[in-house]
């Protein structure tokens, strides 16, 4: 059974990270995607901000996601390259992340997202990666 058919049939129990982080899957499909968490106090750093690695992890699962919509059966991914800009920090409430494929070809595919308050929609960061399209 392929991943999108394990999120399909258990939702976040599928992944381990979403389960241990609390991220919810919205909608997803042709080449895109939505999640959303919560920012727990344990999720902050020594400045008291969500902590930079979780918005680059929530966009990096959201940009996943959107992938493997498009991937056939015998496909799977790894990243190759990732960047982050951050644009505002945050320490409390619902953070949406937004993933899209931006090209997706045999060997390689471009894809960026966006983390979001879920509240505003202010932009709190933005990635973009490509990823190695990989034969099984």
Same mark, same amino acid.
């Given at each position: 059974m392929g991943y999108i058919d394990k999120i399909r049939r258990t939702g976040r129990d599928a992944n381990p990270f979403f389960t241990m982080m609390g991220i919810d899957v919205g909608e997803y499909g042709d080449g895109q995607a939505h999640l959303t968490m919560e920012v727990r106090p344990d999720m902050l750093n020594g400045a008291g901000w969500l902590q930079g690695g979780v918005y680059v992890a929530l966009a990096d699962e959201a940009i996943a996601l959107a992938l493997y919509t498009l991937l056939a059966g015998n496909e799977d991914i790894a990243t190759i390259d990732e960047h982050t800009s951050f644009m &505002? !920090?945050?320490?409390?409430?619902?953070?949406?992340?937004?993933?899209?494929?931006?090209? &997706? !070809?045999?060997?390689v595919a471009f894809a960026e997202g966006e983390v979001r308050s879920a509240e505003d929609g202010t932009l709190l960061s933005r990635t973009s990666a490509s990823f190695a399209v990989i034969a099984r």
């Open positions: &505002k !920090g945050v320490n409390a409430g619902m953070i949406a992340a937004t993933g899209r494929v931006i090209r &997706k !070809g045999r060997r």
